[in-house]
Nanobody
């Protein structure tokens, strides 16, 4: 079991930056692949970024590639999402998610159903 708490959301002007953090409980954080998803009003939850257990492998949605960076610090049980060049269409509730390790071999996951643990979300609003 792991519990996740996001922070760092807020209101920012277009072109600005925010850094989201997700703090995880437990002593096995490094056994979880982590992901960030977002959900705008009236839309389905969508994949943003994901990172492997050790942090060496990452992947991003096309809409954020080149602007967002996911990273993790396993010593601090924390995963981050650095968001630069923000656009109004980035406005959403951002969720941190964890996927426990079930195999020796890692592969990325992109669907909410692949992740078993979720935070409560943090609101990001980008004004034009």
């Amino acid at each position: 079991q792991v519990q996740l708490v996001e922070s760092g959301g807020g209101l920012v002007q277009a072109g600005g930056s925010l850094r989201l953090s997700c703090a995880a409980s437990g002593r096995t954080f490094s056994s979880y692949a982590m992901g960030w998803f977002r959900q705008a009003p009236g839309k389905e939850r969508e994949f943003v970024a994901t990172i492997s257990w050790s942090g060496t492998l990452t992947d991003y949605s096309d809409s954020v590639k080149g602007r967002f960076t996911i990273s993790r610090d396993n010593a601090k049980n924390t995963v981050y999402l650095q968001m630069n060049s923000l656009k109004p269409e980035d406005t959403a509730v951002y969720y941190c998610a964890a996927r426990p390790r079930h195999s020796t071999y890692y592969s990325h996951a992109y669907y909410p159903g692949d992740f078993g643990f979720w935070g409560q979300g943090t609101q990001v609003t980008v004004s034009s």
